[in-house]
């Protein structure tokens, strides 16, 4: 197994693999009355978190505390920024107090790189700037597979600000690896250059969502921030949302057995409507309780897992 | 004063031959020479170089001499070859009154090391909004003649136009750090697959090359001398290429690092490796090799920038963008171009002196020539260990690196500033 997970390109598919299949054991524990195994009772597990983010938080919470870890919440807004103690000095407070893993989100791109080499723990990446979230992949991978029952040869369109977007590029890496086709659509600016021979060679980009909603297995629609228009990526939001956004029309377009994503949190009216999103085809509910399964797992497979 | 005579050294790779220095020039040239008193230098398999001139450092001082001063700077050029270095004008306070730069001159004299030509800013503070007081500056005893907001670019045209016009007085020339700041927002490293794959705001080689063509066209329209600071990318070689052809009165210069290093290097989010501009494509440190060899470039300057260590052990995004370069600028242009003396003299040395108007550095070593000079032992292999380096940041990009060449001994004005390798004071 790996030590840290800071890039889905840290994952070949056996080990990509190995994460879902432990994902779906620990799903079982969610089911039962005392949802708690004893796996890493006595070990440490911080969430570092730079950035607002409950969901993501809370999500490995509820996996390090089902493990049986103790869980220190470590969330620097305000305190240590403010005061300026440097990511460094913050990783060596972490070491001294013994962190076993640090589960870091992060606005910079790459501070968890950074950070894996000045802790010994395992390093997860719960998001990093516009870089990657590992995790996000993973639990989007699960819940494709739960509902499609395979990932090799899906085709997976991910819709909408790429640019920005880690979640975007921890998916086409891990889909890649899995055997999955990726097709990015969005409007040209928020298309980064480059995008399939920095990723992966098999990804390919279009322009026009309706063309590739027919041949499309999956549909994962990206949060997209109404201030980049301010920016010139795109006019205005109802022209993004009548070209990008995935309504009814465009939902019933899709083949018949094909799912919706999205990450969360929603822009309901921008990228994705309510019907969409409230639609039986819609797995954003499931993404959130597979988050806790997957994140489980990996914490499990780092901490525990192979290396006792 | 006292007087040398090196014996045996290759003048710039011809038969090797003894040189005596007396008073501050090259006396004589020629085997066999005898000098009672002189202290003998032993330049047996050394190439003796003029003294090198960086046309853009960084000394830090005012304002940050934790990262670097005019006296720890100037020892890391010495101890790199340097005679002569151009101290940029972006320190704290900015270098755009007569007061700042002669403070930075002065410094400079009394550490006695290398001759610290101070640039001047182009705008007041270097906000971009007007001119700063060029015609004091250019009187002060610092006697600018460059001017530069290195580190900004001069993006009105309105203003970079009135520049090139003003410095013609005193036959200035304004050194354009090129980069459409509306372009670069954010920017953290070069725009292509490694920025795509790394989620870090790319930096297009565009914006540089669309600077580069307005200022040509400006400075052809006005008729002034213009020149552009640390060239990165194959299209901007191109611009300067057709300028050139067109007799535009440009001078460009690359960095060391952007001849060596490609943007693949950021993939460890290490900061050590971003700079501005940010490290591009090999395709692009081809070209540029190409260029210097051609003159399409004219001169290596080093963009020597120190930084603090909490300025560079951060996260990418936080850290400040520069890297060192005195120390080693020769050893990775011999890297580059080869033991081709004469072109390394030109691009190092000649070239730089005559584009800042240092007359008296330049000059090859031979009977009458001011004593200003260096020695080169081409045949040594050197591993750069970062906390040997004189200056006072350890932010080299060549860490562990062997590189080809060492610098032996350097002579400013005929005193020893480098001997056996190490600093005289």
């Keep these: 197994m790996i030590r840290h997970l800071l890039s889905s390109a840290d994952l070949d598919a056996g080990t990509a693999l190995q994460i879902l299949d432990t994902a779906a054991e620990m799903a079982t524990v969610a089911g039962r009355e005392v949802k708690k195994l004893p796996a890493l009772r006595g070990r440490t597990v911080v969430n570092l978190f730079y950035e607002d983010s409950t969901r993501t938080r809370i999500s490995f919470e509820a996996a390090a505390k089902r493990l049986s870890a103790d869980v220190i919440n470590f969330t620097v807004k305000g305190s240590s920024v403010a005061k300026g103690e440097s990511l460094k000095d913050t990783a060596l407070t972490l070491q001294a107090m013994g962190a076993d893993a640090v589960v870091v989100r992060h606005p910079a791109s790459g501070a968890p790189y950074q950070l894996a080499d000045w802790v010994d723990g395992s390093v997860v990446n719960a998001g990093d700037g516009?870089?990657?979230?590992?995790?996000?992949?993973?639990?989007?991978?699960?819940?494709?597979?739960?509902?499609?029952?395979?990932?090799a040869g899906l085709s997976v369109a991910v819709v909408g600000d790429v640019l920005h977007s880690r979640v975007a590029r921890s998916n086409v890496l891990l889909l890649s690896t899995l055997g999955a086709k990726v097709t990015l659509v969005g409007p040209p600016p928020l298309i980064p250059v480059d995008i399939a021979a920095a990723l992966a060679p098999g990804a390919a980009v279009c322009y026009?969502?309706?063309?590739?909603?027919?041949?499309?297995?999956?549909v994962m629609m990206l949060r997209v921030q109404r201030e980049r228009m301010n920016d010139s990526y795109f006019p205005s939001a109802r022209e993004y949302a009548r070209r990008y956004?995935?309504?009814?029309?465009?939902?019933?377009?899709?083949?018949?057995?094909?799912?919706?994503?999205?990450?969360?949190?929603?822009?309901?009216?921008?990228?994705?409507?309510?019907?969409?999103?409230?639609?039986?085809?819609?797995?954003?509910?499931?993404?959130?309780?597979?988050?806790v399964s997957v994140r489980m797992a990996v914490l499990y497979l780092l901490l525990g897992g192979n290396n006792r | 004063m006292t007087a040398y005579l090196i014996t045996n050294v290759s003048v710039l790779g011809a038969a090797p031959t003894d040189l005596l220095i007396r008073d501050g020039v090259v006396a004589e040239t020629g085997v066999g020479l005898t000098a009672p008193g002189a202290v003998v230098v032993d330049g047996t398999g050394l190439v003796a170089l003029p003294g090198l001139v960086d046309l853009h450092t960084h000394l830090r001082e005012p304002g940050r001499e934790d990262a670097e001063t005019v006296e720890t700077g100037s020892r890391a050029a010495a101890l790199g070859g340097y005679t002569a270095v151009c101290a940029m004008a972006n320190t704290s306070p900015v270098a755009d009154t007569a007061g700042v730069v002669e403070q930075v001159w002065r410094l400079g004299r009394e550490a006695g090391l290398v001759d610290v030509q101070p640039i001047g800013a182009v705008t007041v503070g270097l906000a971009g909004e007007r001119l700063a007081e060029l015609g004091a500056m250019a009187d002060s005893a610092a006697r600018v003649r460059i001017f530069s907001d290195d580190g900004h670019c001069v993006a009105d045209p309105r203003l970079m136009r009135?520049?090139?016009?003003?410095?013609?007085?005193?036959?200035?020339?304004?050194?354009?750090?090129?980069?459409?700041?509306?372009?670069?927002?954010?920017a953290q490293m070069h725009e292509g697959e490694i920025s795509t794959r790394l989620g870090l705001t790319g930096w297009p080689a565009v914006a540089e090359e669309a600077i580069i063509a307005r200022d040509v066209l400006l400075a052809e329209h006005v008729g002034s001398r213009l020149h552009i600071c640390h060239v990165s990318t194959a299209g901007s070689v191109d611009v300067l290429r057709q300028a050139k052809a067109r007799g535009v009165q440009v001078t460009a210069e690359?960095?060391?690092?952007?001849?060596?290093?490609?943007?693949?290097?950021?993939?460890?989010?290490?900061?050590?490796?971003?700079?501005?501009?940010?490290?591009?494509?090999?395709a692009d440190v081809a070209a540029l090799r190409t260029a210097l060899a051609e003159g399409v470039v004219d001169i290596v300057a080093t963009d020597h920038a120190p930084h603090a260590v909490e300025d560079k052990e951060c996260e990418w995004a936080y850290a400040r963008p520069g890297m060192l370069g005195l120390e080693?600028?020769?050893?990775?242009?011999?890297?580059?171009?080869?033991?081709?003396?004469?072109?390394?003299?030109?691009?190092?040395s000649r070239t730089p002196a005559r584009i800042a108007g240092l007359t008296e550095h330049g000059h090859d070593p031979a009977p009458g020539a001011p004593a200003n000079l260096t020695l080169v032992d081409p045949a040594a292999r050197r591993v750069v260990e970062p906390t040997e380096l004189a200056s006072r940041s350890r932010n080299t990009p060549y860490a562990r690196m062997t590189l080809p060449g060492r610098i032996v001994a350097t002579f400013l004005r005929g005193e020893a500033t480098v001997l056996d390798g190490k600093a005289v004071k």
């Design chain 1, 130 to 151: 516009t870089h990657e979230h590992p995790t996000q992949a993973l639990l989007d991978a699960y819940t494709m597979r739960s509902r499609l029952g395979r990932l």
């Design chain 1, 208 to 218: 026009d969502l309706d063309s590739v909603l027919p041949q499309s297995d999956v």
């Design chain 1, 245 to 291: 956004g995935l309504d009814g029309s465009r939902m019933r377009r899709l083949p018949e057995h094909a799912i919706v994503m999205h990450p969360g949190p929603m822009n309901r009216g921008m990228e994705i409507t309510s019907e969409v999103a409230d639609s039986p085809r819609s797995t954003i509910v499931e993404q959130v309780a597979n988050g």
């Design chain 2, 162 to 186: 009135r520049a090139l016009e003003y410095v013609k007085a005193f036959d200035g020339i304004v050194a354009q750090h090129a980069e459409e700041p509306r372009l670069t927002e954010g």
């Design chain 2, 254 to 282: 690359v960095t060391p690092h952007h001849l060596l290093l490609t943007d693949e290097k950021a993939v460890t989010y290490d900061p050590v490796y971003k700079v501005n501009p940010p490290l591009r494509t090999a």
């Design chain 2, 328 to 348: 080693t600028a020769l050893s990775i242009t011999l890297d580059v171009l080869g033991p081709r003396w004469d072109l390394i003299a030109e691009r190092m």
